[in-house]
């Protein structure tokens, strides 16, 4: 069973151009989560998504960003007109949506998909 | 969400055991305690879940007081290794979990 995948690893960017970072979550996880860690700092919660749905999305900026999970195919966090304040590591997690879980699901991270924009 | 508190850094030598005390004073009744481990450009990997008293897995220990304010997590006999930061997260139910800045831990030989 293949873990949660991330492409691309790397990703360089222009000011004012736009990143697209995907994931593919863990064979049969219905939720998806995605992460931004700047250097030397912890993890900051964007969005929390289910399928064709987005949950929580209060950890995400209002502007330039956004994020989808469809039906078919990987979740996808979009930025739009990057900034150099956009360079950070991204991180995207997945978790089975089981219901009747009693404590908060373990989320199981991709590697990460690291953005630099010049 | 509960808000934690942890020591920013712990250093110790190979083969000690390492206690990371966590401090959560306003945890919900239907909070749990879990706990994240992250190595240098990866994401962070599940260590060990509880509620109350004493949890027990094959790589860590949980220990949380009745008054379920802290934490503490026990890693037996660290090797170099086990340098990593070391996050303590609190929440229930398909919340999202909010990662502080964690503990990075350095094993020395």
């Known amino acids: 069973n293949a873990g949660v995948m991330q492409n691309p690893r790397h990703l360089v960017r222009r000011r004012g151009q736009e990143a697209r970072l995907r994931c593919s979550p863990m064979k049969g996880h219905s939720h998806v989560y995605w992460y931004r860690q700047l250097p030397e700092e912890g993890l900051k919660f964007m969005v929390y998504?289910?399928?064709?749905?987005?949950?929580?999305e209060s950890g995400m900026p209002k502007e330039r960003f956004s994020a989808e999970f469809p039906k078919e195919g990987p979740s996808i966090l979009r930025i739009q007109q990057v900034v150099r304040g956009d360079s950070a590591a991204y991180f995207c997690?997945?978790?089975?949506?089981?219901?009747?879980?009693?404590?908060?699901?373990?989320?199981?991270f991709g590697p990460g998909t690291r953005l630099l924009v010049l | 969400l509960a808000k934690t508190t942890q020591p920013i850094s712990m250093d110790s030598y190979e083969g000690q055991e390492v206690n990371i005390t966590c401090s959560h004073n306003n945890i919900a009744t239907n909070d749990y305690i879990t706990w994240y481990q992250q190595f240098p450009s990866q994401g962070p990997r599940f260590i060990i879940q509880?509620?109350?008293t004493k949890v027990t897995n094959e790589v860590a220990s949980l220990f949380i007081p009745a008054d379920r304010k802290s934490s503490t997590l026990s890693l037996p006999r660290v090797s170099l290794s086990d340098t990593a930061v070391y996050y303590c997260l609190v929440g229930g139910g398909y919340q999202k979990v909010t990662f502080g800045t964690g503990t990075k831990l350095q094993v020395i030989p």
């Open positions: 998504l289910q399928k064709e749905n987005i949950i929580d």
């Open positions: 509880g509620y109350k």
């Open positions: 997690a997945s978790s089975p949506g089981t219901s009747g879980s009693r404590g908060p699901e373990t989320q199981y």
